[in-house]
């Protein structure tokens, strides 16, 4: 049975995406699937989309309903939960890479 996930990810983008410079970022994706595998991979298909690399999972755990989420992902687990075909990153915190 499929249930929402968060999953935190570790991402390399192109050069020129973030006004810093920045090649690498943190982003929290949130998604539907049936195990953490299914999680990443669907995270995966959806950085690709985007020209993005998945470097890393740091995290990847379901949604816990009895836990309060900033807003921002609060925000996002609502839309997923409307869609079950969703995959929505959200907010994107870069750094300078090696």
């Known amino acids: 049975m499929e249930e929402l996930w968060i999953v935190t990810s570790e991402i390399l983008v192109q050069r020129d995406y973030f006004p810093s410079g920045n090649t690498k970022a943190f982003v929290n994706v ?6 953490s595998n299914m999680a990443k991979s669907k995270v995966s298909r959806c950085l690709e989309s985007y020209g993005w690399h ?16 900033e807003e921002d992902i ?7 939960r409307g869609d079950p075909s969703a995959v929505i990153c959200g907010r994107a915190f870069s750094y300078k890479g090696d």
């Open 30 to 35: 949130v998604t539907w699937a049936n195990s």
């Open 54 to 69: 998945l470097i890393s999972i740091e995290d990847s755990h379901p949604v816990d309903d009895s836990r309060i989420y």
């Open 74 to 80: 609060a925000e996002i687990i609502d839309r997923v």
